[in-house]
């Protein structure tokens, strides 16, 4: 009878028995694994870093570039708007509509209609 219970599985629906064989090997993994784990508590050890708000001395300069200080240079104040170029003014939003409809109806049309071919 168990042969036939079997047959019945593979042939009848073999995408059903697939997945109830992988709970079924999932399940087996999942248990023989829960043996390999120790049954001690082991209490949480937080490391204490006691020099983590003590006041040190200033660290001395170095260059971040890792260059020669003369490598790079720099400027302080403020620089004129005209140097960083034209100024763009923002296109309305309704603008740009009114332009779309008129690229719309200006635009070339399809020479050839297709219907819909087969079946």
């Known amino acids: 009878m168990g042969c036939c219970i079997a047959e019945w599985i593979v042939h009848r629906k073999p995408m059903k028995s697939l997945i109830i ?3 079924i090997l999932c399940s087996v993994a999942a248990f023989g694994q829960a ?3 120790s049954n001690q508590v082991t209490p ?3 490391v204490d870093h006691p020099q983590h708000a003590s006041l040190t001395p200033m660290a ?5 570039v890792g260059a ?3 490598a790079y240079s720099y400027a302080q104040g403020e620089r004129p708007l005209w140097e960083f170029g034209p ?5 309305s939003l ?3 509509a009114r332009a779309y409809r008129k690229e719309k109806v200006t635009a070339k049309k399809a020479e050839r209609i297709l219907e819909k ?3």
């Open 21 to 23: 064989l992988a709970v």
């Open 35 to 37: 043996s390999a784990l």
């Open 44 to 46: 949480i050890q937080i």
């Open 60 to 64: 001395c300069e170095h260059s971040l």
């Open 68 to 70: 020669a200080s003369d």
């Open 87 to 91: 100024v763009s003014e923002p296109v």
């Open 94 to 96: 309704g603008d740009v």
């Open 117 to 119: 071919q087969g079946s």
